[in-house]
């Protein structure tokens, strides 16, 4: 047990918010600090007794970027100005938070592995005599802490509200774990808040399943006990981000209050074991209907493998084969077309004065040669959500963080890291994939059919380098799906080219 001594006033003086708390000590009284130390299989946390508080939080199996000796992400951290969180707040009789409470502990520091359960008490008294205890319950092989707390208002019935904080956007947080703002399922709706929607302050109130706040692939989470209706505040906090949540109706004497804390990665099938909708933080945008399965077939098919590349190209290939009868559907009728052009052109050049004559004879022409006009565009509409659900999927799963691939380090980092070098001061890098990428999705041009006049030619000439650009950024993890179905796609409109010869 690590111990630090700091001089606390009794009772404690009425101060401003961001006054430093060694302005208002007075001298000639002496109380400990203790930090409390609880380390599992998946954290090192540590706990202070000013305030019964969380003052720091290390995810051990997820390194702050893709070096070896990088440390541990950091979830829980000091923030100049912002208190730590899972503090309380009380309104009844009168307004009191237990930021500088020393509580008693019962309890030592932890370490915990598999289903061993540890146990750390904090008891403090407020000035008005008001007794506030909070309970934390930690299992080994868990990232779940359960809390309990007790104390509150006068009438005996009502807990305390919870507080958490954050820091929000900090130099501890790698750039691949960019911060979300404000996450929560309040009567089975997901909220998603950041930026300007919370400079002023919100308000939630309705059955909240859980909430809390959100990184790309880490997610830091309360979920109340039971079904009362809550009410969270959310506000501005200097450089982060102050919650409270209350509202719930206790049970026993100054009432009581259970919660379960979630500070861990966004793990699809860790969160569903919640059983509280926590999944819904992973953001699979509006194909989440193919980007959930997607997540599940990577996942099971790397239990074989023991690589996530390898999983991405076999589950291009296995989608490949889903859609190949849409896809050699669409090239089809593109060649029927292509073919047709002649007769089109002669039609047009006959009836250009006769808009209404020409286009009934080109589709007579279309009848006469059983050729649907929709029919090269209406397959790749079809498959539109696929490659959406596809781009989220490769997107957001944390399983590729920091994973490995031929020469790439990372990905769900742009190829162009794996291969850096400085240009003239600037850190650049060669995007190898991308530009291999890019190459294929020429050749599937050029091999495509086109029905159109030289200026859609033209455009679709374009594409090629418009998606070199945009993939210079993207995870390699989705340029490695883009190059390999380009590549059966070459493949297969080969075939097609000679078998309609």
Not at 26 to 33: A, F, N
Not at 63 to 91: A, C, D, K
Not at 343 to 357: G, L, N, S, T, Y
């Amino acid at each position: 047990m690590e111990v630090e001594r700091e001089r606390i006033p009794v009772p404690t003086p009425i101060r401003k918010l961001n006054d430093p708390v060694e302005k208002i000590l007075p001298t000639g009284i002496q109380r400990t600090v203790k930090n409390i130390k609880v380390e599992t299989d998946h954290y090192t946390a540590i706990f202070s007794n000013r305030g019964a508080r969380l003052k720091s939080l290390l995810l051990k199996q997820y390194r702050l970027s893709v070096e070896e000796q990088s440390p541990p992400i950091e979830m829980i951290f000091s923030t100049p100005g912002l208190p730590y969180p899972l503090g309380v707040q009380i309104h009844d009789p009168v307004s009191f938070n237990d930021e500088d409470l020393i509580y008693d502990i019962t309890g030592y520091s932890l370490r915990l592995t598999g289903n061993a359960k540890g146990t750390l008490t904090f008891q403090g008294q407020t000035p008005q005599g008001t007794t506030l205890i909070k309970k934390f319950t930690f299992t080994g092989s868990s990232y779940v802490i359960e809390l309990e707390v007790s104390g509150g208002g006068s009438d005996g019935s009502s807990p305390p509200s919870l507080l958490l904080s954050t820091g929000g956007k900090n130099k501890n947080l790698s750039q691949d774990a960019v911060f979300e703002g404000l996450l929560a399922l309040v009567d089975g709706k997901m909220i998603r808040e950041n930026g300007e929607e919370l400079s002023e302050g919100k308000i939630l109130s309705g059955h909240v399943s859980w909430v809390g706040f959100g990184y790309t692939y880490f997610l830091f989470a309360l979920l109340p006990d039971g079904n009362a209706t809550q009410t969270v505040r959310v506000k501005q906090a200097g450089p982060g981000l102050l919650l409270d949540i209350g509202g719930q109706t206790g049970t026993g004497v100054g009432g009581r209050a259970r919660y379960t804390i979630f500070i861990g990665p966004k793990d699809l099938n860790l969160m569903k074991t919640l059983g509280k909708g926590l999944e819904q933080s992973i953001d699979l945008g509006y194909f989440g209907f193919v980007s959930a399965p997607v997540l599940q077939l990577l996942r099971f098919s790397h239990r074989f493998t023991g690589s996530y590349g390898l999983d991405i190209i076999l589950m291009t290939i296995l989608i490949k084969l889903l859609l190949a009868p849409l896809t050699h559907k669409s090239f089809s009728s593109m060649k029927a077309m292509q073919k047709l052009q002649p007769q089109m052109q002669r039609i047009k050049d006959k009836f250009k004065e006769d808009k209404e004559k020409m286009n009934k004879e080109i589709m007579e022409l279309y009848k006469r040669n059983k050729v649907n006009p929709l029919g090269g565009c209406l397959p790749m509409v079809l498959q539109f959500p696929v490659f959406i659900g596809l781009y989220n999927a490769l997107r957001t799963p944390i399983e590729l963080r920091h994973t490995p691939f031929l020469w790439i380090n990372d990905l769900s980092r742009p190829d162009w890291e794996s291969l850096p070098m400085t240009l003239l001061g600037w850190e650049v890098g060669i995007p190898i994939l991308v530009l291999f990428m890019g190459g294929s999705m020429f050749v599937q041009q050029w091999m495509t059919p086109t029905a159109g006049d030289p200026n859609q030619k033209r455009m679709m000439y374009m594409m090629p380098v418009i998606f070199t650009v945009m993939f210079v950024n993207f995870p390699s993890g989705l340029t490695i799906y883009w190059l390999v179905n380009n590549i059966l796609t070459i493949v297969q409109q080969y075939i097609i080219n000679r078998m309609t010869k």
